[in-house]
């Protein structure tokens, strides 16, 4: 109780729907409205099963989680795979002008896991056309976990994060838009190196899962969805969340964030840097073969601010998805 919350909004509009699933805005501003949610965040795809949606099921939906939520007991909780709320690129920003508006002023950004390019292009463009503009973007690795993912799109489907994250953050530099928008990450990110190096590629913070739920006690058994989680931690039944003994997982939870904080500093202080905003593709170093190292600065490309809309020099990748990019439509120009 009393924490800042940030209120991710996915397709089923739990917490502000309406009786057949589709967003209500009256309810959406009373629980804005509430002093703990500090930002909103619309989830238009999510790690290890981008596009796919998801089901709560009957068995595991309590009398506090259908309050909650909004839906009724005794059925299956459909997550659809897509939102209802907009169908274009143009409808997606001015849904975020209407959150905010709604919101009483609050950020409003929006989360995914990068499929096609050409989508996440199209969503730019309509950033340009429209003038609305997200406060934020959070990007997500395919890597990212969860145990109800289906074993084909855990493998096939989605973007890795770094590579997501180039994309987006270059796409923005291109359009002239990446020091309006700030920009997370999120991923399979567990260590203070792997919090470093993601701010290096150009996160401007970093969100970690993975690593507090290993510190609740989570193994793994990608059981998620049966509600027998062996280790209390995903399961509404009451026998086996008596596995997870509440103050002694609390103090787990602390010295991980604090020691994974710690950890941080230290290895900002050894490169010389004194806040993590310094940090730089030029302070990484990969190694590629025996013999040869290189600079991340060199090995990954990073374009010029405004190239995208000024005719400057682009890389042929992105110079053909932005002419497939639309507005209009997240289906693409034929090239």
């Known amino acids: 109780m009393g924490g800042d919350l940030v209120w991710e909004l996915g ?59 909004g839906v009724p007991m005794g059925k299956d909780c459909i997550s659809p795979s897509g939102h209802g709320a907009f169908s274009t690129p143009v409808e997606m920003m001015q849904f975020i002008a209407r959150l905010r508006e709604l919101s009483g002023g609050k950020p409003v950004g929006f989360k995914l896991c990068l499929g096609h390019p050409w989508e996440f292009m199209g969503i730019v463009k309509a950033m340009l056309e429209t003038g609305n503009l997200p406060d934020f973007i959070v990007v997500d690795g395919k890597e990212g976990g969860t145990g109800a993912a289906p074993v084909e799109f855990t493998d096939h489907m989605g973007v890795p994060l770094r590579e997501g994250l180039l994309f987006v953050h270059n796409t923005l530099t291109g359009a002239g838009l990446r020091d309006k928008i700030r920009l997370g990450a999120s991923g ?16 401007d913070w970093v969100n970690a899962a993975r690593g507090f739920m290993f510190a609740l006690g989570c193994i ?7 509600n027998k989680c062996p280790t209390g931690v995903a399961t509404q039944d009451n026998l086996r969340q008596r596995a997870l003994v509440v103050p002694d997982k609390a103090e787990r939870v602390y010295n991980y964030q604090r020691n994974t904080l710690h950890a941080l500093a ?22 590629i ?5 290189r600079l991340f600065s060199k090995l990954h490309y990073f374009m010029k601010p405004g190239a995208l809309v000024g005719g400057g020099e682009v890389a042929e990748f992105y110079a053909e998805n932005w002419r497939m990019a639309r507005a209009d439509s997240f289906d693409a120009l034929p090239l």
């Open 11 to 69: 397709s089923g509009y739990f917490g502000c729907r309406t009786q057949d699933g589709r967003f209500d805005p009256g309810k959406f501003a009373a629980v804005a409205a509430e002093p703990q949610i500090k930002m909103i965040e619309i989830k238009m795809s999510q790690g290890a099963k981008p596009g796919h949606g998801g089901i709560l099921p009957a068995r595991k939906i309590t009398p506090e989680i259908a309050a909650t939520r």
């Open 188 to 203: 399979k990110v567990i260590s203070a190196f792997d919090i470093a190096r993601i701010l290096a590629l150009g996160a």
């Open 289 to 293: 073969s025996a013999t040869e190292t």
């Open 266 to 287: 230290e290895m900002l202080a050894a490169a010389g840097v004194d806040h993590p905003s310094r940090l730089g593709p030029h302070h990484l170093v990969r190694r």
């Open 220 to 226: 793994q058994s990608q059981s998620c969805h049966t």
